[in-house]
């Protein structure tokens, strides 16, 4: 049993747990393990068979048992348990529909309900409405989305992108399929999920996806096509398509609605680039495709262009790995360079570098590069940025450093022209290499910071500092339109990962995604650059 399998069981359970709503604070603590578990380059069944899992992080005594239990026995009792009482197709059906889990289990035992079949039994029945809490209203609601053929769901928080990926190629390779939809065009948080499969016979493809474990509830089928929904109610699509119509099918699939539109109708080709063969209009990456888009795409970033990653931490902040752990790590990849950017105090919630760590971590930075050169592990600084724009280190030490993020954290709520001159303010520092997640965001739960983009562009051009592209997923920061705007005003970004682990370091796909979306050439993306390019000392 593999990291992966292990995290969803415990997100499966965690899932369970809170639709049973008797330990809301356990499946939190699953969740959190989950977490951790995918983020460990450890084998966490070795782990657990040698009684060492408590050792990660956020798994104590309880938690460790019920993994014990599933890599002993390959299930967790409690899990069969609360699927067998909970009906996850029945959840995952009301989530789809916009009715939250408790409800749904509400209106299943109201109504003596086991599957999403029985609902949609009981909905043309016309027996929703003697389900408590069923206006009328609610009644019509629910009969529409079920019955109404490719119909939107409600309004929902879109999955973030590595989320996005491992459902959708999850989905994809037991079925031979592509994935399509918002994630094959990376948008940084996807709604319509969707796979494509060449299939002669698309019963046995529609068979298929709906055996599959992460699909509880078909909620649309048609003659090549379904959408299931997983147990938190986020719906796929699949399209088994004839096998001399699979690029049209893909193409289509793909999206964005707007682009396809404006090229419609579509010819039958087997394969993608023959569609755009026969319409004779060249390729489009998939990253492209948000808007109708006329003429050559322009050579894009690739992720074997990038030489070196700019943005990480280690054990000396809240990293998970050393210094020569990561330098390794990033060696393996293939760099040339890694930009060591531990914490400075001002961050608080986690230990920031004092300038006397900066010095004693430069030593240790030093050991490192004798073990791994001719690759170099930069001595680099994620800097606070502090409210009135200074930065919290001394120059004397600022200066000493090969790579400085500068970076807003605390105070984030500032008002537009305050914002807007603190960040200049840092960006002056002669020091400062790059602005680390220019706007702040966490999708789904921060909005961006009120800042100017465009003076911090005009300040990044005379300055000579780089926007980054932070790639934490949740993180995506600047975003595929600003880089675009970005990248016009004449500023130049770094694709980074701001990676806390080893496996963080492999987020790079997510920003030089973001990136592409923001139309960069390899050019302007100063890690695709020679260390000695990069201004920095050899
Ligand atoms: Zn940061
Ligand atoms: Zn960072």
Not at 11 to 16: E, F, G, Q, R, S
Not at 33 to 39: D, F, S, W
Not at 52 to 80: H, M, N, Y
């Amino acid at each position: 049993m593999d990291n992966a399998q292990i995290a969803d069981r415990l997100d499966a359970l965690a899932a369970l747990l809170e639709l049973a709503e008797t330990n809301v604070y356990a499946a939190r603590a699953y969740r959190r393990a989950a977490e951790t578990i995918r983020g460990t380059g450890l084998p966490v069944a070795e782990l657990v068979k040698s009684g060492r899992a408590s050792e990660l992080r956020g798994i104590g005594r309880g938690i460790e048992a019920r993994l014990r239990e599933l890599v002993e026995t390959g299930a967790i009792a409690e899990l069969a348990e609360l699927e067998r009482d909970l009906a996850p197709d029945l959840v995952g059906l009301g989530r789809y529909l916009g009715l939250g889990a408790k409800r749904s289990v509400e209106l299943a035992r109201a109504l003596g309900i086991r599957t999403a079949d029985e609902l949609r039994e009981a909905a043309a029945a016309g027996r929703l409405r003697s389900a408590p809490g069923i206006g009328p209203k609610t009644e019509a609601q629910l009969l529409e989305t079920l019955t109404r053929e490719g119909s939107e769901p409600p309004g929902r928080r879109g999955l973030l992108l590595n989320r996005a990926w491992e459902l959708t190629g999850a989905i994809a390779a037991p079925l031979d399929a592509e994935a399509a939809g918002d994630v094959r065009r990376w948008r940084d948080s996807c709604e319509g999920l969707a796979v494509v499969c060449a299939a002669r016979d698309p019963r046995s493809a529609l068979e298929r996806f709906a055996a599959l474990p992460q699909i509880v509830a078909v909620v649309e089928q048609g003659e090549r096509r379904a959408v299931g929904v997983t147990v938190e109610g986020v719906p796929i699509e699949l399209v088994a398509a004839e096998p001399q119509r699979f690029g049209t099918a893909l193409l289509r699939a793909t999206g964005s609605r707007a682009y396809v539109a404006a090229l419609e109708p579509l010819p039958d080709a087997p394969d993608e680039e023959a569609v755009y063969r026969a319409l004779d209009v060249p390729w489009c990456p998939p990253e492209l495709r948000e808007e109708p888009f006329d003429g050559e795409p322009p050579t894009l970033v690739h992720p074997e262009d990038i030489r070196g990653d700019l943005h990480c931490h280690t054990t000396w902040s809240d990293g998970r790995a050393s210094v020569e752990e990561m330098g390794r790590a990033a060696r393996e990849r293939g760099y040339a360079y890694l930009a060591i950017c531990d914490h400075t105090p001002a961050v608080g919630a986690v230990r920031g570098l004092t300038p006397d760590d900066v010095r004693r971590q430069a030593e240790e930075i030093a050991a490192a590069n004798e073990l791994l050169a001719p690759f170099r592990v930069l001595r680099g600084i994620e800097c606070d940025i502090l409210p009135d724009g200074r930065l919290d280190l001394p120059d004397d030490v600022l200066s000493e450093l090969e790579w400085v993020q500068a970076s807003v954290h605390g105070g984030q709520r500032m008002p537009r022209a305050e914002m807007t001159k603190r960040v200049e303010e840092a960006l002056r520092n002669p020091s400062v290499s790059c602005l680390s997640h220019p706007k702040g965001r966490y999708i789904n739960r921060r909005p961006e910071n009120e800042l100017d983009l465009e003076r911090v562009f005009e300040v990044a051009r005379e300055e000579n500092v780089a926007l980054e592209v932070n790639g934490l997923p949740d993180r995506l920061d600047l975003h595929g339109e600003q880089v675009r705007d970005a990248l016009a005003a004449g500023v130049r970004i770094v694709c980074s990962t701001d990676a806390h682990s080893v496996r963080g370091l492999g987020n790079m796909a997510l920003s030089v995604a973001t990136a592409r979306r923001g139309w960069a050439t390899p050019e302007a993306v100063v890690n695709t650059w020679p260390l000695w390019e990069l201004s920095v000392p050899p």
